[in-house]
């Protein structure tokens, strides 16, 4: 039997690998200009919602959209990569990955936004009702 190319690691091992894995992640997207103005505007928009009198549950609501966004604008990174490795060459399929996974971050960042607006909208126009 031939030894496997990769030891998967178990129990709190595999944990730790994890973890190392997901910090990596981190640190490659941090890299990207998208991430860092996303990143920006979640710490504006905090700080916005904040300044208003948000509930509590209207930023813990902030704070899911906004990690929704960076997981996907970290799945289009990784999208990017893989399609720039295996399709150098500009290809229609290339083309067409990259854009669904623009979209997709398009999407994120729309939803932020309306539920920004909306809070504090509530906040500034019509009190906290």
């Known amino acids: 039997m031939t030894k496997p190319a990769v030891t998967k690691e178990t129990g709190l091992r595999h944990f730790i690998a994890a973890t190392s894995y997901s910090w990596a992640g981190f640190l490659r997207v941090l890299k990207e200009a998208a991430f860092r103005q996303e990143l920006g505007f979640f710490v504006v928009s905090l700080a916005a919602l904040a300044l208003v009198g948000a509930s509590a549950g209207e930023i813990v609501v902030a704070v899911l959209l906004f990690l929704g966004l960076f997981s996907m604008e970290a799945m289009n990174t990784a999208v990017e990569e893989v399609i720039d490795r295996i399709s150098p060459e500009i290809s229609i399929v290339g083309k067409h990955a990259k854009d669904l996974g623009s979209f997709a971050v398009t999407c994120m960042i ?20």
Not at 110 to 122: I, Q, S
Request: charged fraction near 5%; glycine fraction near 16%; include cysteine.
């Open 110 to 129: 729309a939803a932020c936004c309306l539920y920004l607006g909306f809070v504090l909208g509530k906040h500034l126009f019509f009190g906290t009702a």
